[in-house]
């Protein structure tokens, strides 16, 4: 990725249509070559049933390593709220935010977690990663308690 002038921070951007019209953008690593972690965490995604039309939430957990980049983070929530409107499966949902942030960052390595809430009384989570995880890399647990219902 070539290194472009921001055109969302400190602008503003009402949001896009679709995840494929949102704009994600990079800013220059500080520390490329530093094997460090970076955690987003989107509580309250939502995204709409490809089927019913009806609401879907999820808690995502996004852990990468940067390489020469990092993902600017307003553009991420731009890119994640663009979801709010689209219709996709849980699984769809999940590994169609991985895989882009994949295409746009080329990190060295990431990981996504898709607590989606339950859809007739089932919890589906979602889980992919790029693959095994830097030698010496701290990664704390995702903090998502596994569904529990009310009891």
Same mark, same amino acid.
């Given at each position: 990725m070539e290194d472009t002038q921001l055109t969302q921070l400190g602008r503003d951007v009402r949001g896009f249509?679709?995840?494929?019209a949102a704009?994600?953008?990079? =800013? #220059?690593n500080p520390h490329p070559g530093t094997t460090y972690l970076v955690r987003f965490t989107a509580p309250e995604f939502t995204?709409?049933?490809?089927?019913t039309g009806q609401p879907d939430f999820a808690h995502l957990v996004i852990d990468y =390593? #940067?390489?020469?980049w990092l993902v600017e983070s307003k553009s991420l929530k731009l890119y994640l709220g663009a979801f709010r409107n689209h219709g996709a499966f849980h699984e769809d949902c999940t590994l169609a935010i991985a895989k882009r942030l994949v295409e746009t960052l080329s990190p060295p390595w990431l990981?996504?977690?898709?607590?989606?809430?339950?859809r007739g009384g089932i919890p589906i989570d979602v889980f992919w990663q790029t693959g095994a995880a830097p030698e010496g890399l701290w990664l704390p647990d995702q903090g998502v308690a596994p569904y529990r219902g009310r009891g």
């Open positions: 249509d679709s995840p494929e704009i994600l953008e990079c =800013v #220059p995204s709409l049933c490809p089927v =390593v #940067p390489g020469e990981r996504i977690g898709g607590y989606w809430y339950p």
